[in-house]
Nanobody
Framework: QVQLVESGGGLVQAGGSLRLSCAAS????????MAWFRQAPGKEREFVAT????????IYEESVKGRFTISRDNDKNTVYLQMNSLKPGDTADYYC?????????????????????WGRGTQVTVSS
């Protein structure tokens, strides 16, 4: 298993940008599909974006398409979430998750229950 640590959250005005990072321990990072989820106060956790183990394929939740970009650097054991044109509705705790069982290819990437490892999250607050 890998251990995941998120960073990069903070307070930003609407229309601004943030770049989240998720650093993974372990030598098998490149074999994991990775994803970002978020959970706003009083709401269910929701899928944001996922990237395949090699980084060649990505999928986004509809509301973030065109504004967020997920990427990864397997040499640095890190996955990123570049968030542009942020809106107050993006305010949430953001979590990265690792998948060792092919959720991406099986189309099961949006269900958080299938992921093997989770970070502790980083808080993002977007002010209006």
């Amino acid at each position: 298993q890998v251990q995941l640590v998120e960073s990069g959250g903070g307070l930003v005005q609407a229309g601004g940008s943030l770049r989240l990072s998720c650093a993974a321990s372990g030598r098998t990072f490149s074999t994991y599909g990775m994803a970002w989820f978020r959970q706003a106060p009083g709401k269910e956790r929701e899928f944001v974006a996922t990237i395949s183990s090699g980084g060649e394929s990505t999928i986004y939740e509809e509301s973030v398409k065109g504004r967020f970009t997920i990427s990864r650097d397997n040499d640095k054991n890190t996955v990123y979430l570049q968030m542009n044109s942020l809106k107050p509705g993006d305010t949430a705790d953001y979590y990265c998750a690792a998948d060792a069982h092919g959720l991406f290819n099986r189309g099961l990437y949006s269900d958080g229950r299938g992921y093997d490892c989770w970070g502790r999250g980083t808080q993002v607050t977007v002010s209006s």
